[in-house]
């Protein structure tokens, strides 16, 4: 889950993993799997960045600095 924030400045949770695609019209609409859309104030960089970090965060072994063991 990221937060992002509505053009009226609420702030929104959103599944990231439900992200289908993100554009930059000039302002960010997130599509989401189901169709639903949302316009926001971050820039599909910071989305990017947010998502990554997520993912990092459930996944233990992809931490920064942290390699892997096989």
Known sequence: MIEVTRLNGKKLVIN???I???EAT???VI???GG???VV???TDELI???AEYKRFC???FREGEIPKE
């Open 16 to 18: 990231s993993d439900l």
């Open 20 to 22: 289908e695609t993100m």
């Open 26 to 28: 000039p302002d960010t």
């Open 31 to 33: 599509t989401l799997t």
């Open 36 to 38: 639903n859309k949302y």
């Open 41 to 43: 104030v971050e820039s």
């Open 49 to 51: 960045r947010k998502v």
């Open 59 to 61: 996944h233990p072994l």
